[in-house]
């Protein structure tokens, strides 16, 4: 069960697993952050959508540093790759997020409109931005990153470091970026409904429809894309699955529709981008029909679904390259050692069951529906 090959396997759905839970509980504190100016159109109002994810928001975050732990222990290589030729799009992320921590502590410390207003257009900020740039990042990888790799296996990549960004910023991956931003919004716009009630969910409510049918319809240009104008990578041949990673001893092409041979090969693999499609619409139903808790589920699926998508699209590659395709970093060819990945899986079969226990614990202990009646009762606490 654990010999090299099967682990290589393992970590790759674990990797995805945890970007997954990072969308769905982060994702969704981002998500509510983009809606906090439009759907608080006061201060106690703003106050109530922010205790809705006060409590959790830190907590949720963790999914992403964990899964940034993942990589780096278990895939080095595509770490150190994507840190390099992402360093510019990282820090812009980084920069946003720390909006998020010193914007939840400060906003409430001085009563001050000009001075809260500006913190909640920063918690927008930490939403919005790293939403749309992790989209944007899974839109290159479809195309392929401008990199190769010498024969020491160092990434060099192409262009200048100054203009790095720009060339991430173009139209497919600004489209994924916008499917990020819209399923999120979507998924915080629920959780909205859920956890709040008379005007504030109503206006949730109303606004979820518009997201969910905006997040399938630029979901499905974006698989037409694809399919119509996007070349993908096929391995031709390479060594044995479970020998030591070098990613130079493969060879690869780019062909017409590779992205899509995983869907032909194994066609009950279609069922992930047909959740990813639906998913979305339910939940506004869902919505609609005041049953948010379903609803919620629903969304989470959506996620699940598009994000999948993503991952088995791309399979076996994690990291293309477009200048020269036998670089390209799969997971056969990127892992860490038989060692390093054996002990990190024991890790992870002893910690996550801890860590969920421990997340549902502290979301059913403060569980409950915000009201502008509690907040203004409890204007002592930070939020």
């Known amino acids: 069960m654990l010999d090299y090959e099967s682990l290589k396997l393992i970590w790759w759905a674990l990797v995805g ?20 100016p439009f759907l608080g159109r006061n201060d106690p109002e703003r106050r109530v959508i922010i205790n809705t ?18 990589i780096f222990a278990a895939w080095p290589a595509v770490y150190a790759a994507a840190f390099s030729g992402f360093y510019l799009a990282m820090l812009l ?17 001085i009563d001050n409109p000009t001075w809260r207003n500006a913190w909640d257009w920063g918690l927008f900020a930490g939403g919005l931005i790293p939403a749309l740039i992790f989209g944007v990042a899974f839109g290159n990888l479809l195309q392929g990153v401008p990199f190769h790799l010498d024969r020491f296996l160092r990434p060099h990549y192409e262009g200048s470091f100054i203009w790095a960004l720009l060339p991430l910023l173009n139209p497919f991956a600004l489209l994924a970026g916008l499917i990020s ?102 939940a506004a ?8 808790g379903l609803g919620f589920t629903l969304s989470g699926l959506g996620l699940t679904g598009i994000i999948g998508t993503a991952g088995l699209s791309l399979f076996p590659f994690i990291m293309p390259s477009s200048t020269q395709p036998s670089s390209s970093l799969t997971v056969w060819d990127a892992a860490s050692s038989h060692m390093t990945l054996k ?24 569980w409950g529906k915000v009201t502008v009646a509690d907040v203004e009762a409890r204007k002592h606490q930070a939020y």
Do not use: C
Request: charge should be positive.
């Open 17 to 36: 697993a945890l970007l997954i839970g990072f969308a769905i509980t982060d994702g969704m504190d981002m998500g509510v952050g983009m809606l906090l």
């Open 53 to 70: 994810i006060g409590p959790h928001w830190d907590g949720n975050q963790v999914w992403l540093i964990t899964a940034g732990g993942a």
């Open 93 to 109: 992320v980084l920069i946003a997020l720390f909006f998020r921590p010193v914007g939840f502590d400060y906003r409430s410390k």
């Open 181 to 282: 931003v819209g399923m999120l919004a979507l998924h915080g716009a629920i959780w909205l409904q859920m956890r709040t009630d008379d005007v504030i969910a109503a206006r949730a409510r109303a606004l979820v429809p518009v997201l969910a049918i905006g997040v399938s319809a630029l979901f499905a240009l974006g698989g037409l894309w694809v399919w119509l104008g996007i070349d993908g990578y096929r391995i031709v041949s390479q060594p044995p699955l479970s020998a030591l990673p070098n990613p130079l001893a493969k060879e690869v092409v780019r062909a017409s529709g590779a992205w899509f041979d995983i869907y032909r090969n194994w066609p009950v693999a279609l069922i992930v981008p047909i959740i990813g499609l639906v998913a979305p619409l339910l």
């Open 285 to 292: 139903a869902l919505s609609r029909q005041e049953r948010p």
């Open 343 to 366: 002990i990190m899986f024991w890790a992870v079969v002893i910690l996550l069951p801890i860590v969920l226990a421990y997340t549902v614990w502290a979301y059913v202990q403060m």
